[in-house]
């Protein structure tokens, strides 16, 4: 597919880098999000990461006011119409997701329909359409910019050129698509959100400190990251979500949430995006 208008819905954590990665590569685009606040963040996070990468060397500073003369945000979704392209990331919640998918499938005929799902099933929400062949996965990994995967999931009904376009339009944004079938959590929660649940556990049951914890893995096993700063990267209520799609999706009690993750979510510490996590921000 030739580069057009790319609608991104969810101008949260992986919205605002999935909206900066289609214009960076020449994609006009339109954010949306039902809440206007969301909307000025994204921009402000969107030009200080489009500025980092100015610093780095990695983006010249013309291509800088290029990219960020390509977006434009809205609150209503109509203005989804005429997109080739729609990639929804609000939050991990199958009810809401379907009856976007819904609304989509009537708002902005020619696209096609993507979900940055960390771990819903492409196929229960492509069946919330009248083309299921038109819907895909296509999830990015956080932070956006920077991470090279992308998951390309195929729905039961996903057809080959679907599959197909999205998978050379990761490509031409300089990311390495790989290709899953579509299975709670597909590859990349299926492994990492157990680890995380774990590694709740351990402070849970004062095994360590997440301090320890982390360093642990950080030392011992190389992880760039620890898994606890890694959870409240994502969103602490985002890893409940996909643990609670585990648990339902898999059936087997080995991927119970840590209670101590629930509370955590009950409590509003949601990690970076509030503040407050295994970690407090600044
Ligand atoms: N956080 C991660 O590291 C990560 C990584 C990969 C995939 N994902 C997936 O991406 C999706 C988004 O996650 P996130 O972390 O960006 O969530 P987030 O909570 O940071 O952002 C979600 C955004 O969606 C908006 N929203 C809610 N309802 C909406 C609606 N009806 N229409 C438009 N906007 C609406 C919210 O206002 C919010 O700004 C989820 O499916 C998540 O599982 C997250």
């Known amino acids: 597919m030739e580069r057009g208008l ?4 969810g101008a949260g954590t992986m ?20 809440a206007e606040d969301r ?31 390509r ?6 979704l109509a203005a989804a119409a005429g997109a080739h392209i729609v990639v929804e990331a609000v939050p991990e919640d ?33 069946a919330a359409t009248t083309r299921p062949e038109r819907v895909v996965g296509m999830h990015f990994m956080n932070p956006v910019p920077v991470m090279k995967l992308v998951e390309v999931i195929r729905g039961l009904a996903t057809s080959d050129e679907t599959y197909t376009v999205v998978k050379e339009t990761a490509e031409k944004m300089g990311k390495v698509p790989v290709e899953v079938n579509d299975s709670p ?6 492994v990492l959100i157990p680890m995380i649940n774990e590694a709740i ?3 849970y049951e004062g095994v360590a400190t997440p301090e320890a914890v982390d360093q642990v893995m950080k030392l011992g096993m190389n992880h760039p990251m620890g898994p606890l700063a890694l959870a409240d990267l994502i969103g602490l209520d985002t890893v409940l979500a996909i643990l609670e799609v585990l ?29 407050r996590g295994f970690y407090t921000y600044g």
């Open 247 to 275: 648990y339902k999706g898999l059936g087997d009690p080995k991927y119970r949430p840590c209670p101590l993750l629930k509370k955590y979510v009950a409590a509003g510490w949601l990690g970076r995006k509030s503040g």
């Open 6 to 9: 790319a609608a991104v819905v």
């Open 185 to 190: 959590g597909f590859v990349s929660n299926r």
């Open 201 to 203: 556990y351990c402070v």
């Open 15 to 34: 919205g605002n880098g999935i909206a900066h990665v289609f214009a960076q590569f020449g994609w006009e685009v339109v954010l949306l999000d039902v």
């Open 71 to 76: 977006i434009r945000t809205a609150t209503e």
């Open 94 to 126: 199958v009810a809401l997701k379907r009856r976007l998918f819904r609304e989509l499938d009537g708002l902005a005929p020619g696209a096609i329909l993507a979900s940055n799902t960390s771990s819903i099933s492409i196929t229960e929400l492509a």
């Open 39 to 69: 909307l000025a963040r994204a921009r402000e996070t969107i030009a200080a990461n489009l500025e980092r990468q100015v610093r780095k060397g990695v983006l010249a500073p013309e291509a800088r006011e290029a990219a960020l003369a």
